[in-house]
């Protein structure tokens, strides 16, 4: 047996108002969501056209930005450069002063002490002097027994005594130049 829900229409039949054809009947909800919709779309476009304008404003600003870091940073460039140029410029300045300083000291001395350096030259070379003439006597005694005069009066002591008669004058001039710089 057929049972029918109570909640349930009997099959086969049909209402007869659902014969004719309705036309849909917009309800005040569908108006009111197709309106908000609407809204909801001109919402849309005029958000992202506002996003578009935001965007382009931040991109002019964003350049401006930009090209004010870039002038900053080739004027610290600039700066460094000139304060690094201005350091090496200084210190090869000092380093050149200081050379030269140095090297002026360098020739006062050479002056003050070549003096004294021609001074123990020349004492060097009158004790060479002195070494031969008492080598020279030394074996003019030991050859022939001759007196001490005679020694001193032969033509080769002559020659080393007065080759150390002109170290001693030498001597005694460079002496009396170092007294006079002192």
Known sequence: MDKVKSNQKPKGRKSEKSKTVREPKTSKLSKIKKDKIDDETGVLVEAAKKIESSAK???????????????????????????LKKGVSDAFDVSSKTVSDMSKKAG????????????KKLSHERNKKMQKLGEHIFALYKSKSKNIDELFTNKVSLEIINQLELLNKQIVNIGRKIKRKI
């Open 108 to 119: 006062r001395y050479i002056k003050k002490y070549e003096d004294t350096y021609e001074m």
């Open 57 to 83: 404003v931040f991109g002019k600003k964003a350049t401006k930005v930009a090209e004010k870091v870039s002038e900053q940073t080739t004027e610290i460039a600039e700066i460094t450069y000139d304060k």
